[in-house]
């Protein structure tokens, strides 16, 4: 329950435009895919504070909760297929004001993004839409 809590806080702080954005019931869902992924994979606390850092290299457990968070968002289907519609719709409210031309383009960029294991794909592509759409 405390690396829930932990979990939630340095979500909120780290991603506050997208959390303004999203309804409470949003939130809760999120929340509990969090919550769910971290007790899956035994994913710390201080470990979920490396998905908006370039710093250090990621655990495999971290790579795989990424992965995770997409399945259960919908961005991935179970066989491992990104779905690109779905990722669109997330970006939009992810990363507000960025014109959707330029998600596109971002998307199209990282598409191509390749991993020895799929929770590598999905690391690196996320690593590909953060970088692209910061700049």
Do not use: H
């Not at 179970?78 to 690109?84: E, H, V």
């Not at 992810?94 to 014109?99: A, H, K, L, S, V």
């Not at 199209?108 to 910061?134: I, N, P």
Request: aromatic share 6%.
């Amino acid at each position: 329950m405390n690396v829930f809590i932990v979990i939630v806080l340095l979500i909120q702080l780290l991603l506050k435009d997208q959390i303004s954005a999203q309804s409470a019931s949003d939130l809760a869902a999120y929340r509990k895919m969090q919550d769910d992924c971290a007790k899956e994979l035994k994913v710390s606390a201080d470990e979920v504070k490396q998905l908006n850092s370039d710093k250090g290299s990621p655990s495999e457990a971290l790579k795989c909760y990424q992965s995770c968070l997409y399945k259960k968002m919908g961005l991935l289907s179970a066989d491992g297929k990104r779905n690109d519609e779905a990722i669109l719709k997330y970006a939009q409210m992810r990363f507000i004001g960025t014109p959707v031309d330029k998600l596109k383009a971002q998307l199209t960029q990282c598409a191509a993004t390749k991993g020895d294991t799929e929770c590598d794909m999905v690391w690196s592509f996320e690593q590909c839409m953060q970088k692209g759409l910061k700049a």
